[in-house]
């Protein structure tokens, strides 16, 4: 199955400035997606990249705060934009691949002082 | 609506005890995935097994097994024989295989497990 690496594994960042999450893929992934999971919680979908196109937010979630990129089929980056601490979490990269396997990175864990 | 409910917030077992998961989903599609994960304190996500809608029949890997029940609407997950190396978050998602939708991973809340030795 694909292996995607997820950079960087984790960051402390100043509030107001921008981190921006790197996954690359070791095979060409149909959809990508993006999640975060605050600190005790659950997955969170922010939004799911297409290559080629605009990626689509969940409710919640804007571009203008989390803008995406999908250049090809086997990357994509996540930026956090101006950052909060309440933007302190782990970001997650999945690839779906073949029928309805999916891979994941191995986080990012952000935190905003 | 889909939606995945693990009821169990936190669980302690000690060691070499048997311990049981719960998850209950909801969706309207009649093609649908479900998917176990483990989650570590280093953070990076486990794949532990997916099951299709059409496929009821428990599944058993080692000190793992899997209960699927449409009836019920549940996938619950057994480990026998609990080792430490088990404490860990578990995470139930289901997919569901809309022609129209992207198909991510719905997640359920999770459950933490911890093994006490």
């Known amino acids: 199955s694909a292996v995607i690496s997820q950079k960087p594994s984790r960051d402390i960042c100043q509030r107001g400035t921008s981190l921006t999450i790197q996954c690359q893929v070791d095979s060409q992934v149909t959809m990508m997606f993006w999640y975060r999971q605050q600190p005790g919680q659950s997955l969170t979908l922010i939004a799911t990249a297409n290559q080629g196109s605009e990626a689509t937010y969940e409710s919640g979630f804007v571009i203008d705060k989390f803008p995406i990129s999908r250049p090809n089929l086997t990357f994509s980056t996540l930026t956090v934009s101006n950052m909060s601490p309440e933007d302190s979490s782990i970001y997650l990269c999945?690839?779906?691949?073949?029928?309805?396997?999916?891979?994941f990175g191995s986080g990012t864990r952000l935190t905003v002082v | 609506a889909q939606k995945v409910t693990q009821a169990q917030t936190e669980i302690s077992v000690v060691e070499k005890e048997d311990v049981t998961l719960d998850c209950v989903y909801e969706t309207r599609d009649t093609t649908y995935y479900l998917f176990w994960y483990k989650q570590p304190p280093s953070g990076e996500l486990v794949f532990l097994i997916r099951r299709n809608s059409f496929d009821e029949q428990n599944e058993i890997s080692g000190r793992y097994s899997w209960n699927f029940q449409k009836s019920t609407s549940s996938f619950n997950f057994t480990i026998t024989a609990s080792q430490v190396v088990d404490s860990a978050v578990y995470f139930c998602a289901l997919s569901e295989a809309s022609q129209t939708g992207a198909n991510n991973l719905f997640f359920g809340t999770g459950t933490r497990l911890t093994v006490i030795p």
């Open positions: 999945s690839g779906r691949t073949g029928y309805y396997g999916y891979t």
